[in-house]
């Protein structure tokens, strides 16, 4: 047995277990939203901040990459190591991949997905939509034991365009949160080159 992992959010850039392959590529169906509530790694209870998870967009796709993980031993400490890094997560899919555009024969089935749901009965954590602003204020403000909340957006931010994808809703928010903090250090008349696009 061989255990594939699809990470979109910062398994991307940190995978944090033994794997023997690494390949980039994307689901159907589904986009990237900061909508999830961190209380563990870039929030506190008091503070929570935001991660990404998946929200389902029939017409969409989602880059990220699928990790392999082949030996026997790794796929335990893989499975055990990623049971508590995203236990915030509450749902575990299995879904295709996809490493071309033009072929609509995934790459790969059942490759294992960490998503926080949007129900709020068997996710507490659940933020959901709010504006770009209101966002970016709480992303600005976060920081957790795993670290500030904005560095999460911006290894985010870095990890997807290495990738070769722009996801406009990671873009736009890394550019509010730069305007914000500079905004932080800089005279108020920057202050229009933070209005959304
Ligand atoms: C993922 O990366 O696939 C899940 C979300 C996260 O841990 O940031």
């Known amino acids: 047995m061989v255990l594939w992992v699809f990470g979109y959010g910062s398994l991307i850039w940190k995978a944090g277990f033994n794997y023997?392959?690494?390949?980039?590529?994307?689901?159907k169906?589904?986009?990237r939203v900061f909508y999830q509530g961190s209380t563990d790694h870039r929030g506190t209870p008091?503070?929570?901040g935001r991660t990404v998870t998946l929200e389902p967009a029939p017409e969409e796709i989602c880059y990220g990459v699928a990790y392999k993980v082949s030996q026997k031993e790794d796929i335990e400490t893989a499975i055990t190591y990623l049971e508590v890094?995203?236990?915030?997560y509450d749902q575990k899919d299995y879904l295709d991949f996809y490493?071309?555009?033009t072929n609509s024969t995934p790459a790969l089935?059942?490759?294992?997905v960490y998503v926080a749901s949007s129900d709020k009965k068997l996710n507490q954590n659940y933020l959901g939509p709010a504006s770009l602003e209101e966002i970016a204020k709480q992303i600005v403000r976060a920081e957790g034991p795993s670290g500030p909340n904005r560095d999460y957006l911006f290894q985010l931010e870095k990890a997807l365009i290495e990738l070769g994808c722009k996801?406009?809703?990671?873009?736009?928010?890394a550019r509010e949160v730069r305007c914000i903090l500079s905004e932080e250090v800089k005279s108020s008349e920057d202050g229009?080159?933070?209005?959304?696009?």
């Open 20 to 27: 023997d392959e690494r390949l980039p590529g994307f689901i």
């Open 29 to 31: 169906g589904y986009r």
């Open 46 to 48: 008091d503070y929570p």
């Open 85 to 88: 890094r995203e236990k915030q």
């Open 99 to 101: 490493t071309e555009s």
């Open 109 to 112: 089935s059942s490759v294992l």
């Open 167 to 173: 996801d406009a809703h990671v873009m736009d928010l």
């Open 192 to 197: 229009d080159l933070c209005e959304s696009s």
